[in-house]
C-alpha cells in the first residue's frame, strides 16, 4: 500500500477531476461577466472568477480528491485529502517502524534458534561419541579380564598340577625309603645311595615350595590388581553415566527453549498479520468516508449555486435580451455543474465499490482512454 500524489496522466480520475475545476472555472468566470454586465459592477479581482459561498471549499477539497491517491494491491487507488495526507503518512511511517522492528526481533529470534539447534546437534553427537566410547571400554575390559582370568586359571591348573606330581614323587620316594628301611640286606653304598636321593627330593621339594608360594603370591597380586581396575572402571562409568545425565538434561532444556523460541516468532507473525489487517481497513474506511464527505459536499454546492440561480434571477432586470442570454448562461452553467457533479458522484461511486471489493478490474483501465474522451467532448 503507497500514498502518492501525482495523479497518473491515464486515469479516469485525474481528467474528470481536471475538467471539473476547469469546468467550474470557466462557468464561474461567465456567470461573473454576465453578473457584471448587468449591475455595472467592475470586477476587482480581474481573474474571471465565481464567487459562490461554498465553492472553494467544494472545490479546493474535489482538488485535494483529485490530487491525493492512495494505492491498494492490484488497480485500487484511494483519494485522499492534503491535510489528512500527513497523518496517514505518520501512521504509515510508525506502522513501517513497527513492521522493521518486528522483522528485527523475528531475524533475532531466527538465530537464536539455530543456535540452539547447533548446541542440541553438538550435544547430541557428543552424548553418541560418549556413549560409543563408554562401549568400546567395557568391551576391551570385560576381553581384557577374561584373558587374564584365563591364563591365571592355567597358570593355577598348571601349579596344581606341579604340585600333584610333586606329591606323588614324594611319597613314591617315601614307600622307597620305608621299603628299603624295612629290607634287612643294606650296605653302605645303598643307604649313601638312598641319602642322597632323600636329598635331592628334599630340594626338589622345597623347590617345589617355594614355586607354589611365588605362584600364590602372583596369583593374589593379579586377583589385587584386577580388582583395583574393576573398581576403576566402575568408577569411569559412573562418571560417565552422570555426564551422559547432565548432557540429556541440557539438552532437554534446549528443546524447550527451541519450543519457546518457535512460539514467539510464530505470536510476532501473528501480531504482523493483524497489523496489516488492521491497516487495511483503517484505509478502507478512511476512504469510504472521504467519498461520503465528496458527495454531500458536491450536494451542498448543487443546492446553494440552485439557490443563487434562483436569486439572480428574481434580482435581475427586465431586459428581455439580457435576461434571455442570462438564462441561457445560466442553464449552460446548471448543466454544467450538474454534469460535473453527476460524473464526481459517479467517480465516488465507481471508488467506493472497488474499495468494497478490494480490486478493481482492468476493463476499467484499458477503458480509461475512451473515458476520457467522452468526457472531453
Do not use: C
Not at 606341579?162 to 643307604?191: A, N, V, Y
Request: net charge negative.
Amino acid at each position: 500500500m503507497e500514498v502518492f500524489s501525482d495523479p497518473g496522466p491515464g486515469k479516469v480520475f485525474g481528467h474528470v477531476r481536471k475538467l471539473s475545476s476547469e469546468s467550474v472555472g470557466s462557468d464561474g468566470s461567465s456567470l461573473r461577466g454576465s453578473e457584471l454586465s448587468n449591475t455595472g459592477i467592475p470586477n476587482s479581482s480581474g481573474d474571471g472568477s465565481l464567487d459562490l459561498p461554498g465553492v472553494a471549499e467544494v472545490l479546493s477539497s474535489t482538488e485535494v480528491l483529485g490530487n491525493a491517491e492512495l494505492q491498494f494491491s492490484g488497480d485500487a487507488h484511494i483519494v485522499l485529502p492534503v491535510d489528512q495526507r500527513h497523518k496517514m503518512n505518520r501512521v504509515l511511517l510508525t506502522m513501517q517502524r513497527r513492521l522493521v522492528t518486528a522483522k528485527t526481533d523475528m531475524e533475532d529470534l531466527i538465530s537464536r534458534l539455530n543456535q540452539e539447534i547447533a548446541v542440541k546437534d553438538y550435544l547430541t553427537s557428543k552424548v553418541k561419541d560418549l556413549e560409543v566410547e563408554l562401549e568400546t571400554n567395557k568391551q576391551k575390559n570385560k576381553e581384557n579380564m577374561q584373558q587374564a582370568i584365563l591364563i591365571e586359571r592355567e597358570r593355577l591348573t598348571q601349579m596344581q598340577w606341579d604340585m600333584e606330581e610333586l606329591k606323588r614323587k614324594s611319597l613314591e620316594m617315601e614307600l622307597k625309603l620305608k621299603s628299603k628301611e624295612g629290607e634287612q640286606p643294606s650296605t653302605e653304598f645303598q643307604m649313601a645311595t638312598t641319602d642322597h636321593e632323600k636329598d635331592i627330593v628334599l630340594e626338589e621339594l622345597d623347590a617345589a615350595r617355594k614355586l607354589l608360594e611365588d605362584l600364590s603370591k602372583r596369583y593374589e597380586e593379579l586377583e589385587a590388581k584386577s580388582k583395583a581396575d574393576i573398581k576403576f572402571l566402575a568408577k569411569e562409568f559412573k562418571s560417565l553415566k552422570n555426564s551422559q545425565i547432565t548432557l540429556k538434561q541440557e539438552l532437554s532444556q534446549s528443546m524447550k527453549e527451541k519450543s519457546e523460541v518457535e512460539k514467539q516468532l510464530h505470536k510476532e507473525r501473528e501480531m504482523e498479520e493483524h497489523g496489516k489487517i488492521a491497516r487495511k481497513k483503517l484505509l478502507h474506511d478512511y476512504a469510504l468516508d472521504l467519498l461520503t464527505t465528496s458527495d454531500d459536499q458536491i450536494a451542498h454546492l448543487l443546492t446553494e449555486a440552485q439557490q443563487l440561480f434562483e436569486d439572480d434571477k428574481i434580482t435581475a432586470p427586465e431586459d428581455n435580451l439580457m435576461r434571455s442570454t442570462d438564462d441561457e448562461l445560466r442553464n449552460m452553467l446548471a448543466n454544467l455543474l450538474t454534469d460535473n457533479a453527476k460524473l464526481r458522484k459517479q467517480v465516488n461511486s465507481a471508488m467506493r465499490r472497488a474499495l468494497k471489493t478490494g480490486t478493481i478490474s482492468r476493463s476499467s483501465t484499458d477503458g480509461a482512454p475512451s473515458s476520457n474522451n467522452h468526457v472531453e467532448r
